[in-house]
């Protein structure tokens, strides 16, 4: 993500990077313990987590118009994002989107609603990689690390903390790995999930180093298709609205479309 003006309210005080997924997960308990979300008991206050979660209900249902709007959210984040590491290697800043179902059985870790069926997108971005004041901004409230901020390139930027709450319209769950950090968003206690980052292992294989990575767990077989019907509407010019994304990917179990910035 982008160097920008931090809101130091919502924000922890700047933290060295982890060098471990040990010192990865201390710093999201630590974000928790400073919410008072750590456990369970943590949000048990019933006023208070009901109007978090009505607040953030109604952000997500009015914030947008489309259930599928998180894509948009998401490839506008990934554009927001630090490609220094990349770009240093010659490789262009990429980001790509895979639609997939899986039969999950009874011992996958990863299972909603719609039974042994998971229907989940799941993304791939050859940024810099999240750090925890990044993560907090991502899961409060109208908090950014960008707030506003004028890029060089032109236009503002958006909220990202707002803005990624749309995604809690269609999903159940969100698993996020970024370099060590790894956590899970998880939607069964309502909104206020949105708000607390716990350390979880991201649920498929594949490598992380060298990106961040998410997971959408949907709830349904329906957000699944409509998803899908909306993939169609992702067109190559979109990289014309780009600032530093040079490459989108997107694959189905049909499709495969790659496009690159001319």
């Not at 997500?60 to 994002?81: G, K």
């Amino acid at each position: 993500m982008p160097p920008g003006e931090e809101d130091r309210g919502h924000q922890p005080a700047r933290t060295p990077p982890p060098c471990n997924r040990d010192e990865a997960d201390a710093q999201l308990n630590d974000l928790l313990r400073e919410r008072g979300l750590y456990s369970n008991d943590g949000i048990a206050d019933g006023f208070k987590h009901g109007i978090i979660h009505r607040s953030l209900e109604i952000l997500s249902q009015q914030l947008y118009s489309t259930e599928t709007r998180f894509i948009h959210e998401i490839i506008q984040n990934a554009d927001d994002n630090a490609y220094g590491k990349s770009t240093a290697r010659g490789s262009l800043p990429s980001f790509s989107l895979s639609l997939k179902v899986h039969d999950t059985g009874n011992s996958s870790p990863v299972r909603n609603r719609t039974g042994h069926k998971k229907y989940v997108p799941e993304t791939s971005c050859n940024e810099d990689g999240f750090s925890i004041a990044q993560i907090a901004a991502l899961t409060d409230i109208g908090a950014s690390t960008k707030t506003k901020c004028k890029d060089v390139h032109g236009g503002f930027t958006g909220e990202k903390g707002v803005g990624f709450k749309a995604v809690f319209r269609v999903a159940d769950a969100v698993y996020v790995a970024s370099g060590h950090y790894h956590f899970k968003l998880d939607n069964s206690q309502g909104m206020i999930g949105a708000l607390r980052p716990l350390p979880f292992s991201f649920p498929a294989p594949g490598p992380i180093s060298d990106s961040t990575r998410m997971m959408v767990e949907l709830k349904s077989q329906a957000e699944y298709e409509s998803i899908m019907g909306d993939l169609g509407k992702v067109h190559p010019e979109i990289l014309l609205f780009l600032r530093r994304l040079r490459q989108i990917s997107q694959h189905t179990a049909n499709t495969t479309m790659s496009t690159k910035a001319k």
